[in-house]
């Protein structure tokens, strides 16, 4: 059974980084298109980025195109996000999941997203 957990995350003020992992356990990765998506309470969840299984297809949410990058590391069964000059309203629960596809425009699916870690908080304030 595929396990995800994710790492990585923490306090950044507005401008900084951050690279989350999503370490996977039980299934090796590779096949599978894994996505990350975040979430406010209160508010809707929201696709952040996916990989395909060949790395071929990357796909981000418009919100965070040319800062965020997302990237496989197969030797390790680990997938990557990479967070550049955050901004304030990147502030969320973040969780990897593989996904059916890596088709996000458009409202939040569940329906897309089989399996997803616990999640890791990033808070980006001054």
């Known amino acids: 059974q595929l396990q995800l957990a994710e790492s990585g995350g923490g306090l950044v003020q507005p401008g900084g980084s951050l690279r989350l992992s999503c370490l996977a356990t039980?299934?090796?990765?590779?096949?599978?298109?894994i996505g990350w998506f975040r979430q406010v309470p209160g508010k809707e969840r929201e696709a952040v980025s996916c990989?395909?299984?060949?790395?071929?297809?990357?796909t981000f949410a418009r919100a965070v195109e040319g800062r965020f990058t997302i990237s496989r590391d197969f030797a390790n069964n680990a997938v990557y996000l990479q967070m550049n000059n955050l901004k304030v309203e990147d502030t969320a629960v973040y969780h990897c999941?593989?996904?059916?596809?890596?088709?996000?425009?458009?409202?939040?699916?569940?329906?897309?997203?089989?399996?997803w870690g616990q999640g890791t908080q990033v808070t980006v304030s001054s």
């Open positions: 990989i395909s299984p060949s790395t071929t297809v990357t």
């Open positions: 999941a593989r996904r059916s596809d890596c088709i996000i425009a458009g409202p939040f699916r569940e329906e897309d997203y089989l399996e």
């Open positions: 039980g299934r090796p990765l590779e096949g599978f298109h």
